[in-house]
Structure formats: C-alpha cells, structure tokens
C-alpha cells in the first residue's frame, strides 16, 4: 500500500506511530458533536480515564496527544531527546493553555493538528499561531480529514507535511501545493507579501 504522507512536496514513508487514546480511534468522524458535547457539559476530551488507559508503544517514533504526553513527559524524557516523541491536538484545544507546561515547544520533531471535520477551519489559525507567535521551527503535519483542496492553504498557514485520508490519491494531492504560483498576501511560508517580492521598476524595464 503506497503512503499517505506528504512532507516537503514529495509522497514519503511515515516514520511515526500515531497514538490513540482508547474509544477517540472511533469517534474521530464525530469530532464536531464531540466539541458541543464540551460545551454542553464541560466534559474533556480526550478523558482523564482515556489518557490513563493509552498503551504506548515501547519502541521507535511516535506521534502522541498533548496530553497523554504531559501525563507521561517525566517518564518519556530519554525518548524526546531521542527524537523519539511528537505530540498531536485537536482543533478545538488551547494549545496556549498548555504553553507553561512545556519548556521549549521546539524540542518535538513533529507537532500534529487533527482535523476532525475538513469544514473546521480552526486549523488554519493553530498552525499561522505556531509557527509566528511560538516560532514552532520542525515538522507541522495536518491529519485526519485533510482535503486536496485545503493543502494550499495548509502551506501558507506554516504546516509542511499532510497525512492525506485513505480514501484520497496523494499524488493528486501533492499537485495541490502548487494550485498557485504567486500568492498576493504575506504569510506563514512567507511574510512578504506580493510587492515586496517583486521589484517592478525592473519588470517595466523588460
């Protein structure tokens, strides 16, 4: 089976386990009714029972949610400085509330957002707000309901690599990164915006 993993424009094999927690694996197309389920009755998610009961694997990389990783920072501390451990939120998590617990947001090799419905634009925001305001400098990924027609503006929003769904061609996908060629606003993937990247006394000159 080909991979579904786009990183720095190319289709690459994932290196990383996503975790996760026991019982979410089969509520992520019900991520939206989730969130209203938060705001109806200030339940969390994923639950205090959910993180206790997440199985982590023993061996090599992986892609854990924010906060199994800070129930179990203290005991995976060998295994962030191996670049072993990356960590994953929801769109409707504060990643800003959990700023304080953590010391340097750039020491995990990847941070992941997951969309749980391709409408939520929230992601746009998580990733334009870790890359400028917490100068968030590793792998940004997008998974869960990715689209082809969101990548674009993925990119330009900071994120660098798209697990694209299973039922989606990433080949197709890929060519979506470059749907446009010179974009008019600054932004993430580049602050400068459209005048300042072209000198037009030496366009009027040719």
């Given amino acids: 089976m080909s991979s579904q993993l786009i990183t720095d424009n190319a289709i690459v094999k994932d290196e990383w386990v996503t975790v996760i927690p026991p019982e979410a694996a089969k509520e992520v197309r019900k991520q939206a009714g989730k969130v209203v389920m938060f705001k109806l009755t200030g339940e969390d998610s994923p639950s205090e029972d959910q993180i206790n009961a997440t199985v982590l694997p023993e061996n090599g990389k992986i892609l854990l949610p924010l906060k199994v990783y800070l129930k179990n920072k203290d005991a995976l501390k060998d295994r962030l ?3 072993e451990i990356g960590i ?3 769109t409707h998590e504060e ?6 617990e953590i010391n340097d947001i750039n020491q995990f090799p990847l941070i992941a ?8 634009g929230r992601i746009f925001s998580i990733g334009t707000q ?3 305001k917490f100068q968030y400098k590793n792998d940004l990924r997008a ?3 990715v689209l082809r027609d969101q990548l674009f503006f993925l990119k330009r929003t900071g994120f660098n690599s798209y697990l694209i769904r299973e039922d ?3 080949h197709d996908a890929l060519l979506a990164l470059n749907d446009f060629s010179n974009p008019y606003q600054g932004a993430a993937d580049n602050s400068n915006p459209a005048w300042k990247r072209f000198d037009r006394n030496q366009q009027g000159s040719d």
């Fill in 81 to 83: 400085a191996n670049n």
């Fill in 88 to 90: 994953w939120v929801d």
């Fill in 95 to 100: 990643i800003e509330s959990f700023k304080s």
């Fill in 113 to 120: 957002v997951r969309v749980g419905k391709f409408a939520d």
């Fill in 130 to 132: 870790l890359r400028i």
């Fill in 143 to 145: 998974f869960g309901d």
């Fill in 168 to 170: 989606r061609d990433p």
